[in-house]
């Protein structure tokens, strides 16, 4: 199985053609946006649940990128979930209403995929509650655009072997290094992942486009190259931001354990 990992178009219809078409190339079998693939025209500072805005002040009607986005696996975001609070149901059309409906969180054949607003982010020059960061091969930044790199907290994380997001707009790749062996599954599903007195290590891997990233799991490779050990550590890996050009994605190939960035330039 091969999956086409997407996150954060922010209403960019070109953009999603072009990922569409590397994705169709690339022989994917299934599409999955890992949210905010609606742009919310509200911004947060404005954000107020206890008011309602119209339709078109809230997001742009624009009913071919809907469809579009409706055949496509989906988790909410961030902006899915302030376009949600600002409308009331009956202002919602129906094709609309399809892209609001959707999970916070899905599994991907071992993996767990969610929006990275669930996580708390810190800077790498900064220490997260709970736990270390040690940087490798970054120097504190991200190589691909020089800004400083956004680093999860631990302890926000869902103590599972892969945890797939977007939210932050950097291609990233993460090591948490748990400092005991626990949890289990049912920490992928449970509605709030903070744990008191975390205590882990965050290492930022290097990442290179195309260059691809061992998955830990049940796949021959993965086991051969015994990637991982369960329980003990969890690779975080973080998309990269679909809506500019180049268009950020992620190929995941289930058959051979491995995800490796993309990027749709045409």
């Given amino acids: 199985m091969r999956y086409a990992v997407l996150a954060d178009l922010h209403g960019r219809p ?13 022989g994917a079998d299934e599409i999955v946006c890992l949210g905010d693939y609606l742009e919310a025209k509200v911004p947060r500072r404005l954000h107020d649940p206890s008011r309602f805005w119209p339709l078109d002040r809230v997001v742009d009607p ?3 990128l809907w469809s579009r ?24 059309p129906p094709d609309l ?7 916070e969180r899905d599994r991907l054949h071992g993996v767990l995929g969610l929006h990275g607003h669930q996580i708390r982010w810190t800077t790498g020059r900064a220490e997260p509650a709970g736990g270390a ?15 400083d790199l ?29 400092s005991s062996a626990a949890s289990g599954d049912d920490a992928a599903d449970a509605p709030a992942t903070r744990l008191a007195g975390t205590a882990a290590t965050v290492r930022a891997l290097l990442v290179e486009p195309g260059r691809p990233v061992l998955v830990p799991g049940p796949s021959p490779v993965a086991r051969r190259l015994g990637a991982g050990l369960p329980g003990t550590s969890t690779l975080v890996v ?24 993309q990027r749709a330039v045409r």
């Fill in 150 to 178: 956004l680093v999860p907290v631990a302890a926000d994380v869902p103590r599972v072997p892969v945890v797939v997001v977007g939210h932050t707009h950097q291609e990233a790749v993460f090591e948490i290094v748990w």
């Fill in 14 to 26: 070109k953009a999603l053609r072009r990922i569409l078409a590397a994705a169709a190339a690339s």
């Fill in 69 to 92: 986005l409706a055949g496509i696996r989906r988790v909410l975001g961030n902006q899915e979930l302030r376009i949600r609070e600002l409308l009331r149901p009956e202002q919602v």
């Fill in 97 to 103: 209403a399809v892209l609001l409906d959707a999970p």
């Fill in 62 to 64: 624009d009913p071919v």
């Fill in 133 to 147: 960061i040690e940087l490798v091969g970054v120097a504190g930044q991200s190589p691909t655009d020089g800004r």
């Fill in 238 to 261: 973080n998309v990269g931001p679909a809506r500019g050009k180049p268009s950020h994605w992620l190929l995941y190939d289930t058959d051979r354990g491995e995800m490796s960035f």
